[in-house]
T-cell receptor
Framework: RKEVEQDPGPFNVPEGATVAFNCTYS??????FFWYRQDCRKEPKLLMS???SGNEDGRFTAQLNRASQYISLLIRDSKLSDSATYLC??????????FGKGTRLHILP | GAGVSQTPSNKVTEKGKYVELRCDPI?????LYWYRQSLGQGPEFLIY????????DSGLPNDRFFAVRPEGSVSTLKIQRTERGDSAVYLC??????????????FGPGTRLTVL
């Protein structure tokens, strides 16, 4: 089993809709979690950290469920510019950083 | 200020050749990471430097791969006897303090390595 797993998609979503995707992690000792965004042929950029209590940044909401070992990302009122690959990241107690393969999102006009 | 820079942006080489990839981190960042990303995959950790020393090199796939950071700033990833399977985008990232805290990594644009 991969340490960090994501549905590769693509998710094709009409503009203005809400979309959510999950990421599961296998290492229960993982301590920190992040969502990165990566545009085609560009480097990953931090979208948001994921806190135990859940956190929101504008149209984006991240949740962590330690019992079920998954994190989620919710995007509301999606924009064409949200089209990208979203990478889930887990950092373990040993500080090792593991990226998922990413979920591709296409926002359709 | 300037972000992380990597050179070259593209490198095409022949199987068996030696290549060096360079990373200039953000000034003042003590931590530097190298990743490798193949098509359709997420970045795969290779090595992490804290200052001049390699704090974790467990991600290096074999002894053909080596990295240095002699003065605690610029780092070079060296690949000997390149193989076609080494073709990927090599990403460098830096962060202010490194591990042990909620530290944001800033990525460079990557070097696209193609081994023919």
């Amino acid at each position: 089993r991969k340490e960090v797993e994501q549905d590769p998609g693509p998710f094709n979503v009409p503009e203005g809709a809400t979309v959510a995707f999950n990421c599961t992690y296998s290492n229960s000792a993982s301590q920190s979690f992040f969502w990165y965004r990566q545009d085609c042929r560009k480097e990953p950029k931090l979208l948001m950290s994921v806190y135990s209590s859940g956190n929101e940044d504008g149209r984006f909401t991240a949740q962590l469920n330690r019992a079920s070992q998954y994190i989620s990302l919710l995007i509301r009122d999606s924009k064409l510019s949200d089209s990208a690959t979203y990478l889930c990241v887990a950092r373990g107690r040993d500080d090792k950083i593991i990226f998922g393969k990413g979920t591709r999102l296409h926002i359709l006009p | 200020g300037a972000g992380v820079s990597q050179t070259p942006s593209n490198k095409v080489t022949e199987k068996g050749k030696y290549v060096e990839l360079r990373c200039d981190p953000i000034s003042g960042h003590t931590a530097l990471y190298w990743y490798r990303q193949s098509l359709g995959q997420g970045p795969e950790f290779l090595i992490y430097f804290q200052g001049t020393g390699a704090a974790d090199d467990s991600g290096l796939p074999n002894d053909r791969f080596f990295a240095v950071r002699p003065e605690g700033s610029v780092s070079t990833l060296k690949i000997q006897r390149t193989e076609r399977g080494d073709s990927a985008v090599y990403l460098c990232a830096s962060s202010l303090n490194g591990r042990g805290g909620p530290d944001t990594q800033y990525f460079g644009p990557g070097t696209r390595l193609t081994v023919l």
